[in-house]
């Protein structure tokens, strides 16, 4: 049933949007609770396990809707040992580098059993890197990396779901661009998904996604990029995953910079990311998300004009992008002055009050 979309789209809408709260309710009967701490912007616990909604709603829209096949086995089975890994992390903690062994695991399943689906990418890395078997290790880096970047942006309510519904909508147009029709439909089955959830998930948040979540996230749709790409499409359409995953890329990137120039653990947990840097610039957290939804959106979309146009423009957006970026810049950095101008003032003022 490739060919109905709306059912595709609708199926896991509703059954995310139906099975949220018996996941909420899970969620609490077991302790999965995400309690306040001084990294955390919430002030009251709040549940996990949100991503198992996710998952169910993909794997019944899949399993019941869908044409099987080898691509879609390797995906499921993968994102099944993703999940797993998030659920237990969940409910009990689990080491970040035993996290990390389990995401390389997904993605090494998900690579190994589509080598010839993925011929286009390993032919496009090999005109830098000389052996394929490096190749293959760069595509499994790079799913494991975006996979690990949807977990590091799930910070605000909303923030991460909204920004897989941007990305997977604009993964959607990119399937009906090269008419592949079978990355379409799992596109699809995401942002249904994702928009069945949201209700649950924005601010303020009755559910969180967790680590089940947000890594089944960046793991969906990273594997979708990798299945559009895997048609002949012009090699140049490669260089869009700069665009349409840069608000994830850039903040696991400058995680890892900021955490190795601090000398602390790469995998250890802060309060720098960016929505951090923002909310201190004094902007509420509501709108520090809608701000992030704008970015994503406006790089998603010159992210689909070097996909789908030359490669001239390739160099034209590379050149709107770092006016865009300097300009947002800008923007915290005079945010950020004027919240601590507030804050001296309102110090100064209750100093006042206090010597009255």
């Not at 797993?84 to 992390?89: C, E, H, L, M």
């Not at 779901?161 to 699809?188: D, R």
């Not at 995953?241 to 696991?252: E, N, R």
Request: proline share 3%; net charge neutral.
């Amino acid at each position: 049933m490739m060919d109905n979309y709306f059912l595709l789209f609708a199926s896991p809408l509703i059954l995310s949007f139906l099975i949220t709260p018996f996941i909420l309710r899970y969620a609490l009967r077991s302790g999965a609770i995400d309690e306040p701490d001084w990294r955390k912007v919430h002030s009251k616990g709040k549940p996990l396990l949100g991503g198992l909604s996710l998952y169910l709603a993909i794997l019944i829209s899949t399993v019941a809707f869908y044409d099987h096949n080898i691509q879609l086995y390797t995906l499921l089975v993968s994102l099944t040992i993703i999940v797993i890994v998030g659920i237990v992390d969940d409910l009990h903690g689990l080491n970040p580098y035993a996290k990390l062994a389990g995401h390389f695991i997904a993605a090494t399943v998900l690579v190994a059993y589509n080598i010839s689906e993925f011929a286009l990418i390993f032919d496009f890395l090999e005109q830098f890197i000389v052996f394929r078997i490096v190749a293959f290790l760069v595509v499994i880096v790079w799913v494991v990396a975006i996979t690990n970047a949807f977990n590091l942006i799930d910070g605000l309510d909303g923030l991460a779901v909204g920004n897989a519904v941007i990305i997977g909508s604009f993964l959607i147009l990119l399937s009906l661009l090269y008419g592949n029709m079978w990355a379409l439909g799992i596109s699809i089955i995401l942002v249904g998904a994702c928009l069945g959830f949201f209700p649950f998930n924005y601010r303020p948040a009755r559910i969180f996604l967790g680590d089940t979540g947000s890594t089944l996230l960046g793991f969906v749709l990273a594997s979708i990029f990798l299945f559009n790409v895997s048609y002949e499409v012009p090699k140049f359409m490669l260089f869009g995953v700069v665009f349409l995953f840069m608000y994830p890329t850039v903040d696991l990137g400058y995680a890892m910079i900021r955490r190795l120039r601090e000398g602390v653990p790469i995998m250890s947990a802060d309060m720098n990311h960016i929505h951090h840097h923002i909310l201190r610039g004094g902007l509420p957290s509501n709108y520090v998300v809608y701000l992030l939804y704008g970015f994503s959106f406006l790089v998603g979309v010159c992210g689909v004009f070097v996909m789908a146009f030359s490669e001239w423009m390739i160099f034209v957006v590379v050149a709107a992008i770092a006016l865009l970026i300097v300009l947002l810049a800008f923007v915290f950095r005079l945010l950020f002055k004027n919240h601590q101008t507030h804050l001296v003032n309102a110090d100064l003022t209750r100093k006042r009050d206090i010597n009255k």
